[in-house]
């Protein structure tokens, strides 16, 4: 109960937005400040994702992101949001503090309709009527979140952007919104930097016009976030180019592998210079300027929470597999059987046909909440499906059956907290291991003092992982997410023009 109370009273990066004008060399700059979220976004942000994990929002989340054709459903509560900045709609312009997010597509703020909201009231709300460009749509549209929605209907107008004036941009007036996330949050709206094959009701995103207006010289734009926390300036995204001082050497490029996301693959995640074998073969990894932490899959986050001491939560099903199939899935992985068929030979995955029972790592916390008869076997194939990731990664380092077996039980130890948040001890982040994440076969390495989130000090001092755990099911799992912990220690160009993103270290 202590550590929840400490907390409510961890800072996170916000910011405000300070407009540039766009300089000789072309590049329209918008530069970020930093402030405090108060208590109270805190603990809704940690009250919105237990909403999204144990409701029916997070489970259709996860659902749709396996389909190919979903619509897009982002993956984040924005309360939890780092960066921020104001832009201008209609003429004259009427401002709103929006999120810059990679990882959506549509432009929505509040509209002057919104009644019957209380969200609205606590925010900028468009007024169409105080608009000379300003032309009707009146489409309806609706956005799910994994802890809310909101709706609204299309408008079109124009929006400013740092120094840049985008005409016609189709956008949503929102007229109702349903989280905790909008009411406390300290945005007005989320400006999507994504493609438009995510973009809800197909509207074309204010990036795509931007390029088709030739407002930008180059089509690119570049994030620099400051994870310094007495840094003056918060950070910059720049439209139309890279700013040469914000990172250090050549940006190492990767192709965009699925238009909607900015997504692209990934190799092995390291955990000091040991392979957790998850993502040997390829993973999946969304870039998104809209999510504060590190997501990842179950599997990995457990080895990653074991690894820095995180509190996590104890799953007698772990365990029970380990008791009483642990030798079982040693010996069946040795004597060759395939990975994927191990638990189905011992009964615990069930084939029904023309897949597995589970067909996908999913959350042992979140499968517990599910109802149903079948919820019992489900949490032992997950489990087990666990168990054989780990046993894998154990046999790859050549240890003995008893001492891989005894690891692995204190594994069982180590699931994510459906709260999200890992705390961790203060005291102990020298001795911490370095993460790695292979993309285009380079490591990306994140020291302790860059993935562990401080604040407060002395008796006060809190320590928070920035690991959460986020599981999506093939063919679009696993899934990793690189927010804003990553962003902020690699410089991140995302190239529209060659489709391929770009990491270099930030300067």
Request: glycine share 10%; proline share 4%.
């Amino acid at each position: 109960m202590g550590n929840k109370i400490l907390l409510g009273a961890f800072c996170l990066w916000a910011l405000t937005c300070l407009l540039l004008p766009a300089n000789s060399n072309g590049l329209v700059r918008i530069g970020l400040k930093k402030r405090r979220l108060d208590l109270e976004s805190i603990k809704s942000a940690r009250i919105a994702r237990q909403e999204g994990k144990s409701g029916a929002g997070a489970n259709s989340m996860v659902q749709d992101l396996g389909s190919s054709d979903a619509d897009i459903i982002p993956l984040k509560n924005y309360l939890d949001a780092q960066y921020m900045g104001e832009i201008g709609i209609g003429s004259p312009p009427q401002n709103f503090t929006v999120i810059f997010d990679t990882g959506s597509s549509n432009l929505w703020v509040p509209s002057s309709k919104c009644y019957f909201s209380i969200a609205c009231y606590f925010h900028s709300k468009y007024k169409s009527s105080l608009s000379s460009t300003y032309i009707k749509n009146g489409n309806s549209c609706e956005i799910h979140y994994g802890s809310g929605s909101i709706s609204g209907f299309l408008s079109q107008d124009n929006v400013q952007v740092g120094d840049l004036v985008v005409k016609d941009q189709v956008l949503i007036e929102v007229t109702k919104e349903g989280s905790l996330s909008f009411l406390l949050g300290k945005f007005d709206g989320i400006l999507g930097l994504g493609f438009q094959e995510i973009s809800v009701g197909n509207v074309v995103p204010v990036w795509y016009n931007m390029v088709r207006q030739d407002l930008v010289d180059d089509e690119v734009f570049s994030f620099w976030l400051n994870r310094n926390p007495e840094g003056k300036e918060g950070g910059e995204l720049v439209f139309g180019g890279v700013d040469p001082k914000h990172f250090k050497g050549k940006h190492t490029y990767v192709p965009v592998t699925k238009k909607g996301y900015w997504q692209i693959n990934m190799g092995d995640f390291l955990i000091g210079n040991h392979s957790t074998g998850l993502c040997k073969e390829g993973c999946a990894a969304i870039v998104d300027s809209g999510t504060s932490l590190l997501a990842g899959p179950t599997p990995i986050i457990t080895e990653i929470n074991h690894a820095i001491g995180a509190e996590g939560v104890v799953s007698a099903e772990c365990k029970e597999v380990v008791s009483q199939y642990g030798d079982l899935i040693w010996e069946l992985l040795i004597s060759g059987v395939k990975p994927s068929k191990v638990c189905a030979q011992l009964g615990l995955c069930i084939f029904n046909g023309a897949k597995y029972a589970s067909t996908g790592i999913e959350s042992v916390v979140e499968k517990e909440n599910k109802e149903g008869s079948s919820a019992g076997d489900d949490l032992l194939c997950t489990a087990c499906e666990m168990f054989v990731i780990w046993v894998q990664n154990q046999l790859r380092e050549k240890e003995t059956k008893e001492a891989a077996i005894n690891y692995l039980d204190k594994l069982c130890e180590s699931l994510p907290s459906p709260m999200g948040e890992s705390v961790i001890d203060c005291n102990s982040i020298s001795t911490l291991p370095n993460f790695s994440f292979t993309i285009g076969d380079k490591p990306f390495s994140l020291t302790p003092e860059q993935y562990v989130l401080q604040t407060g000090e002395g008796i006060a001092q809190v320590c928070i992982s920035g690991f959460v755990a986020l599981d999506v099911p093939p063919p679009r799992g696993p899934l990793w997410i690189l927010g804003d912990v990553f962003m902020g220690v690699y410089h991140t160009v995302f190239d529209y023009g060659n489709l391929e993103v770009g990491f270099a270290e930030a300067a």
